[in-house]
């Protein structure tokens, strides 16, 4: 597992440099794909292949996204059932499946080669596996695929405005860019760079348009050094974005404004952030014994002063989340989502709620109250 999770590392800032548009330099991608190449090439689809020796028997796996699948093999002379995989990419070139719960060993690894529709499987000692790509959930063996919603081109496009591509590691869990497509023409894109912790942070804004025979998005302006463009196919919840020579890109789609990525959220948020930057935030929290003050000075960039009680006071960070969570913690210390609690203020009147815990009511005081 150690090596599967340092791929996913290496994997999700491959897809980084993809997504950021460092692809539209790259050389022409070699034919046939191998290694983490081929691995994209299979997400969405069916991978069917044969053992040596056993050429009238077949095994198709469907991979998904986040690393986990269904896969089946056929011509034993029995109806086997669907069976749930785990499949990965490890830091050495192999591709691995593996039933869930087990680690890879070699008789599950093999390197992975795909040119168009052919693929293949080298495993460590023996023959090669000789197999073949087939798309998407060709021998249904994910019942939700069958009622899922497909589109290409135009309509795909047109599927995705309103709503939010998320991209993360190929074969893993985690989010690193959100793309927010808005009928304006205008998309928001954003980063977060802690994947234990849901902070985003927007870059520039950029157009969108649709371009050439095969309606192509393309993207510009931003943080694009030179336009993006790509065709787009949606099936479900995965869409793929196949750029000429990058290959292809995979994202989840998310319905709505689902990372509040909107112009409307910065006006609330610098709003919040005005209410707070220059005061105090007096808290009372019951604990066991008694009721204890608690200060919080808000200072410009994210910079403040705790005191607890009589204690002195300590250096803090803060900040706001884009959904309007407030985020305190000790200076220099990493956020984790246990820091943030729901934040609303009512002229100095302020409470705030964690899921689970009893709401705190707290109030707003003039400059540094500290000692007051």
Wanted: proline share 5%; charged share 25%; net charge neutral.
């Amino acid at each position: 597992m150690t090596k599967i999770r340092a791929w996913i590392a290496s994997a999700t800032m491959m897809v980084l440099a993809h997504v950021a548009g460092l692809a539209a330099h790259a050389h022409e991608a070699p034919s046939p794909r191998t290694g983490f190449d081929a691995v994209r090439e299979l997400v969405g689809n069916t991978l069917v292949y044969v053992k040596p020796g056993q050429p009238s028997v077949e095994t198709g796996v469907f991979l998904r996204l986040d690393g986990t699948g269904l896969a089946v093999t056929r011509g034993r002379g029995d109806a086997d059932e669907p069976r749930a995989i785990r499949w990965a990419s490890l830091s050495d070139g192999r591709f691995c499946v593996t039933d869930v719960g087990h680690e890879p060993w070699d008789g599950d690894c093999g390197v992975l080669s795909v040119d168009g529709m052919r693929a293949s499987l080298t495993p460590k000692t023996g023959s090669v596996w000789p197999g073949r790509v087939l798309a998407g959930d060709a021998w249904t063996l994910d019942p939700a695929t069958a009622s899922a919603a497909r589109f290409e081109g135009k309509a795909a496009i047109a599927a995705l405005v309103g709503h939010t591509m998320i991209f993360g590691p190929t074969g893993g869990k985690g989010e690193d860019r959100a793309h927010f497509i808005m009928a304006n023409g205008t998309a928001r894109r954003a980063h977060n760079d802690q994947p234990d912790f849901d902070h985003w942070a927007l870059q520039a804004d950029e157009r969108w348009s649709i371009r050439g025979a095969d309606d192509q998005l393309c993207f510009s302006g931003g943080a694009w050094k030179e336009d993006f463009c790509a065709t787009v196919a949606i099936a479900g919840d995965l869409v793929t974005l196949r750029h000429a020579r990058a290959g292809p890109l995979h994202a989840r789609l998310v319905q709505g404004d689902a990372r509040n990525l909107a112009p409307a959220v910065d006006a609330a948020n610098r709003a919040l952030a005005a209410a707070l930057v220059g005061r105090t935030l007096l808290l009372k929290a019951a604990d066991r014994q008694a009721t204890t003050d608690s200060r919080l000075y808000f200072q410009r960039d994210g910079a403040g002063l705790a005191k607890r009680g009589d204690r002195a006071p300590e250096p803090m960070q803060w900040l706001l989340q884009r959904d309007g969570k407030l985020c305190v913690a000790e200076r220099r210390r990493a956020f984790r989502d246990s820091d943030c609690t729901t934040l609303s203020i009512d002229g100095d009147g302020v409470t705030l709620k964690a899921p689970g815990r009893p709401a705190i009511p707290g109030r707003l005081l003039q400059g540094n109250a500290l000692n007051n």
